[in-house]
């Protein structure tokens, strides 16, 4: 069966400081992979997408960005963090066989900036 | 851009009630309409999924229908127990890899 994990599970880092998020997951091959934060008080918002290693797709312009060294390996990163990319950061993964496969989420990573 | 509104935002029954979530969608031109379910702190749970060419599906206690002509998706808990108390997101896919989610309904079921 497949499985997808995220850690940490918590962190917090001061304004300014550099941020890595991991997500991996077992048990499938050429998996899309995404990236959502869900802010307080706001629904989620897909950050990146992935659909194989290297390739990478922005939803939103901001302060983040996201690597796929491997099939199965997708990396959430900031050289610099401000105070509102704290959140509740989930990564997924769907089969992508077919447009409109379900995403299966991660336990998810809860952020604050201080 | 898709935008997803759920109503109501919060919502609080006794045990046994039958209830309805509301979901709508500004762009019809959607994929599917997925529901989820999200635990305080957790990740998403995936509940029913509902291809743009179908009108509901039901899964358990659970029973979510699909009108793309309206914008409207509905999730449908029968006889709800204190274990269904969370928050359900539903989120429509557009475009190949875009899910746009509401900003979910806390639900709380009360023994």
């Known amino acids: 069966s497949q499985t997808i994990h995220q850690w940490p599970a918590t962190l917090v880092q001061p304004v300014g400081s550099p941020l890595s998020l991991e997500c991996t997951v077992e048990?499938?091959?050429?998996?899309?992979l995404y990236w959502y934060r869900q802010a307080a008080g706001r629904g989620l918002q897909l950050l990146f997408y992935?659909?194989?290693?290297?390739?990478i797709s922005s939803e939103v312009p901001q302060n983040l960005s996201a690597s796929r060294p491997q099939d199965r390996q997708f990396i959430l990163s900031s050289k610099k963090l401000l105070l509102s990319d704290s959140g509740f950061y989930l990564c997924?993964?769907?089969?992508?066989?077919?447009?409109?496969?379900?995403?299966?989420f991660g336990p998810g990573t809860r952020l604050t900036v201080l | 851009k898709q935008e997803v509104t759920q109503i109501p935002a919060a919502l609080s029954v006794p045990e046994g009630e039958n209830l309805v979530l509301n979901c709508s969608f500004t762009?019809?031109?959607?994929?599917?309409l997925q529901w989820f379910r999200q635990d305080p702190g957790k990740g998403l749970t995936s509940l029913l999924l509902?291809?743009?060419?179908?009108r509901e599906q039901t899964s358990g206690r659970l029973n979510a229908s699909l009108d793309k002509s309206s914008g409207r998706s509905t999730l449908y808990i029968a006889a709800s127990q204190p274990g269904d108390s969370a928050t359900y997101l539903c989120?429509?896919?557009?475009?190949?890899?875009?899910?746009?989610f509401g900003t979910g309904t806390r639900l709380t079921v009360i023994p």
């Open positions: 509902i291809q743009s060419s179908q």
């Open positions: 762009d019809s031109a959607i994929y599917n």
């Open positions: 997924a993964w769907s089969g992508g066989a077919n447009v409109g496969d379900t995403q299966y």
């Open positions: 992935s659909v194989g290693i290297g390739q």
């Open positions: 989120a429509g896919l557009s475009g190949a890899n875009n899910l746009f």
């Open positions: 048990g499938t091959s050429n998996p899309n």
